[in-house]
């Protein structure tokens, strides 16, 4: 499966981003996705992950009722949707694909490549 993701940007702390991560190739419903970070100079690290009908969620603490995962797999689309954002949010933002639940990025066979997320305080 191929994964595209955008909707990154600069934002003011406070402020909301929605992030999308397209898919094609393969039957997209079969499919676990998350969203992964990585600050700048740091590592990449987990952020939220959805069921592959959607029906279950999970979020890193840090962004526990900021961050909204959701996906409509009759268009193939993942969504972060980012709220209250803060400076410390800055990174880029990577989608990854699985056919089994994980939380660990080395479980996802398949990523996009990245969008910029920058938060200005």
């Known amino acids: 499966v191929q994964l595209q993701a955008s909707g990154g940007g600069l934002v003011q702390a406070g402020g909301s981003l929605r992030l999308s991560c397209e898919a094609s190739g393969r039957t997209f419903s079969n499919y676990h996705v998350g969203w992964f970070r990585q600050p700048p100079g740091k590592e990449r690290k987990f952020v939220a992950k959805?069921?592959?009908?959607?029906?279950?969620?999970y979020y890193v603490e840090s962004v526990k009722g900021r961050f909204t995962i959701s996906r409509d797999n009759a268009k193939n689309t993942v969504y972060l949707q980012m709220n209250s954002l803060k400076p410390e949010d800055t990174a880029i933002y990577y989608c990854?694909?699985?056919?089994?639940?994980?939380?660990?990025?080395?479980?996802?066979?398949?990523w996009g490549q990245g969008t910029l997320v920058t938060v200005s305080s």
């Open positions: 990854a694909a699985s056919p089994s639940p994980s939380l660990f990025a080395s479980r996802f066979p398949y």
């Open positions: 959805i069921g592959s009908s959607g029906d279950s969620t």
